[in-house]
Every structure is written in C-alpha cells, then in structure tokens.
C-alpha cells in the first residue's frame, strides 16, 4: 500500500464509494476488474443501464468530495481510504472492509493490538462492573478497547480505558451525530484521547440498518471480541459472530443462568468461546497466536469454495445467472455460499450477478458475507 493514492484516484475512491448500490463488497470486486476506481467510474452508466437501472446511477462530483473532506477538517477529522497506508491493517483484511472511513482523534490507535468489548445497554450492576475491570487491566497492558459508544457495557469499558487514552469509539452515523445524545460528553472525550471511527459521512442520523455496519469495525478493528451479557437474541451476538468469521478470537464472560442477559453468552461459551473473568484469559490467548477456537459455518469471501463443475450449466449467459441469482433471495439474509451451492454457478459468477443486483437497487450485501433482497 502506498501512503496517498495519486492524482484522482483517491477522490474517485471516495466517489465510488459514496455511490448508491456499490456497497464494501462489490466497491473491491469492481476495483479488482477494472484496476482503478476511475475506471470503474467510466464503466458503472453502463453496469447500471445492464442491471435494470432505469433512473441511471447517481455519482458524486471530485468537487463534492472534496467539500466533504473539508467539512472534516472543520470538524478536526479526515478521511481514511482502503488502499493508502494509514487505513487500519487488520481491518483492510476482512472481505467486506469499509472503503471509506471517517477519523476523529488519533489514528495511531488503529494499527496497534486492539481488543473489542461489547454488551447489554440494560447491563447489571455485575456486568458494569467486570466491564469496567477487563477494560481498565487491558488497557494497561497496552491493549485499544474498541466499544460502540452505546450505553452500558460498551460506556463503561470507554470510560476504564480512556485513562489510559486506550480506546476507540465505532459509530454508527456520522462524526457529528452523537448517539445516544446521553453520551454526547463521552463521545468527546473518546475523540479527544483516543478515536472515533465511522464508515457514515458527516451528517448521517444514525438508524437501525447502521448498527450491523458499526458491529462490522468493532469486530474488524479487533484481534478478539469480549462479550458481557447479552441475551440470546440480542444485537450484540452479531458482532460475536463477525468476529468469528473474520478469525478473531470470542471470548464471553460467564453468568447467572437465572439472568436473561447471560444466556448469549452461556451459549457461546458451550460453543467453545473462550471463558473470560480477568484479562489475563484474554491475554493468555491473543499472545498464544493459537488463533479462535469455535468454527464457523462461513469464513468470509476468501473460503468460498467453488462447487462441483459437473454440476454447471454450460456456459450460462450473464441474464441467467442473474435472474437465477434474483430468484433465490428473499428479505431473509442468506450467505452468499450458500446462493452458490443452491444454483450450481461458480463463485465468480454469483458475486458478478449480485454486484450488478446490488447496484440495480435490487439486493443489499450485509456484514459478514450475506446477502438480502432490497426492498
């Protein structure tokens, strides 16, 4: 990676970015074809008018982003881009890394050893409390708390870390949109003595489509996720799983088995996840280089494997792979090898058919390698 892309080709990354329907997945893949994003800027009318989209596909201006980068200036933030050597290393690694990040603080946070701390917003007081303890050892043992801003446990381990100045917040809207308004005051001091980091460009509300997106950078920022008290159908399970797929470590904070927000993590401590209650169990393991212990189903865009060729169809037109692709989504994700294991076509196949879905409006990738039919 170089320091700063040449000539355009940054504000052309941005602008790709910023493009409707070219989501993480499908801006790398259209890079990888085209080899540069001015390229594939030349190349989208027509991808667009071939996907079904009759309204054309809407690109920002140079002009326009550049007046965004200014914007952060004002704000003391800037631009991070996929491709240039101050973006986080060990988030460019996951398939779906965001292309654009927007930084508020200090960037030499995001390239040293990060550990990711989440929860319960309606977090008991035993839960605040270990939060609080895992974060504060970590954090003086040089280890980045990386949290979500939320209340509760991910407000507590904020707080413990930024003694140290050892922590970064991943947001879900905006650098200038404070959420929960209630944590307007740590969001501050967070930008102050560590790092806020989101993929949303200034002014971006955030709502609940954003959180996966948000779950995505705590689990790609980091080389493991703690996990205290979540119930089992809580949000906050879909960062755990993230990190498993992106080959983290998941480690999970016993509890109560009478007190619902313990049972997500129970369970994934039955799993195999890593049984936490002091940070030497997290250090233990990070310094082992062991790597995670639970299995996943899916492992992200490089462990696709390409299904048996005796069972394609010859040669198939792009239209049929396409609408064969359409066929099979619904508003229920679905992995993507999943999609290829159900229609017979190649991996390369598949993901052409769903970037060109994607950007005629009518499938959305969603974190950790799914997919979904837009509505």
Not at 110 to 139: F, H, K, P, Q, T
Not at 229 to 234: D, G
Not at 286 to 312: H, K, M, N, Q, V
Not at 353 to 373: D, K, N, Y
């Amino acid at each position: 990676m170089t320091a700063l892309l040449a000539g355009n080709e940054r504000l052309d990354r941005v602008r790709l970015a910023r493009t409707e329907g070219i989501g993480p997945v499908n801006f790398r893949r259209l890079l990888n074809e085209y080899g540069s994003a001015t390229a594939a800027i030349e190349a989208l009318p027509e991808r667009a008018r071939k996907a079904g989209r009759r309204a054309g596909v809407s690109i920002p201006s140079r002009e326009s982003i550049s007046e965004e980068e200014a914007a952060l200036a004002r704000f003391s933030g800037r631009m991070m881009v996929l491709g240039e050597s101050d973006y986080p290393p060990l988030l460019a690694r996951i398939p779906d890394a965001p292309p654009v990040l927007s930084l508020w603080g200090r960037s030499d946070l995001l390239s040293r050893r990060s550990i990711g701390i989440v929860g319960a917003r309606n977090a008991s007081a035993g839960g605040l409390r270990i939060a609080e303890a895992l974060s504060g050892a970590l954090a003086h043992e040089d280890c980045v708390i990386v949290s979500g801003l939320a209340r509760g446990i991910d407000t507590v381990a904020h707080r413990a870390a930024l003694h140290q100045g050892m922590t970064i917040g991943a947001a879900a809207g905006g650098l200038d949109c404070f959420y929960p308004p209630e944590n307007e005051t740590l969001y501050r001091a967070v930008a102050e003595r560590g790092c806020i980091v989101t993929e949303a460009p200034l002014g971006t509300i955030p709502q609940a489509r954003h959180f996966p997106r948000r779950n995505r950078l705590i689990a790609g920022l980091s080389l493991g996720v703690i996990l205290v008290e979540a119930a089992l159908r809580s949000g906050t399970l879909i960062t755990a799983r993230l990190a498993l797929e992106y080959g983290r470590d998941v480690f999970a904070v016993p509890g109560s088995p009478l007190d619902p927000r313990s049972r997500g993590g129970n369970d994934l401590i039955r799993q195999g996840a890593i049984l936490t209650e002091t940070a030497q169990d997290v250090l233990a393991q990070i310094e082992s280089g062991t790597g995670p212990r639970l299995s996943p189903e899916w492992t992200g865009l490089p462990g696709f494997s390409e299904p048996c060729s005796a069972g394609f169809a010859p040669a198939p037109a792009p239209d049929e792979v396409r609408d064969r692709v359409h066929e099979l989504l619904s508003p229920t994700a679905i992995a993507v090898d999943d999609i290829v294991t159900r229609c017979q076509f190649s991996v390369s196949m598949v993901l052409s058919a769903l970037s060109e879905l994607e950007l005629g409006g009518l499938a959305t990738f969603l974190p950790g390698g799914q997919v979904v039919l837009s509505t």
